[in-house]
C-alpha cells in the first residue's frame, strides 16, 4: 500500500467508476473483483457485507494494479481492520466522526455519506475527502447532483444508489467526481451463475 491519498483520489475520478461489490460468499467477491480488473476498471470496493471481507481485501491489496477499498465501513473499529487488511480508501453511507478522524490519522481517504445540505457539508467539514451522495436517486439522481455542486463546489461527491450505466454520464456531466455502481456492474443473477464474462 504505497499510494498516498492524493493518489488514491487520483486513481478514482480518472477511473470515474467504483464497482460496489456484494457478494454471499468470498470466492465469489474475489472472482467479481478480477472479472472487474480483467474489464478494464482498476478500482472495487468491497462492501463489509461480505462474508470475510477483510480477507478478500488482504488478498485483493496483494494484486498488482487494483485499487482496493472497504465499503459499509460504520466505525472506528472495523475502520481499522479494513486499513490492516489493505483497504487504500474507506467508503461509509453516513457520516461518522470515528472513523473519519481515524481515517485522516492514518492518511487514507475517507469518502462518507451524506444526502442533504446539511449532512453534506457536516461530512465535508469534519475532515471527508469526498461525500458519498446515498441514495441519490430518492433525491433525483443527476439532477440533485448538479444542485448540489452549485452550492458546494468545491466539494467531492461521488452519488450512489440508482445509478446505471446508461446514465453514469448524466452524472459526471453534473459534477459527481466519480459514481458508485452495485448490481449494474455485478449482479446478483451472473454471481449465481458463475457468468465471470457478463461482469
Known sequence: MNRTKEK???CIRKTAIIPIIRAPAPSLALAAARAIFAGGISVVEITMTVPGALEVIAELSRT???LVGAGTV???ATARR???A???F???PAFDADTVYLANREEILIVAGGLTPVE???AWKNGADIVKIF???TMGGPGYIKTLKTVFPHIEMIPTGGVTLANVPLFLDAGAAAVGVGVEMVSAAALAAGDFAAI
Do not use: F, H, K
Open 82 to 84: 479494513c486499513i490492516a
Open 64 to 66: 498488482e494494479g487494483i
Open 90 to 92: 474507506l467508503v461509509s
Open 86 to 88: 489493505g483497504a487504500e
Open 135 to 137: 441514495p441519490c436517486n
Open 74 to 76: 460504520l466505525d472506528a
Open 8 to 10: 488514491v483520489d487520483r
Open 120 to 122: 453534506v457539508a457536516d
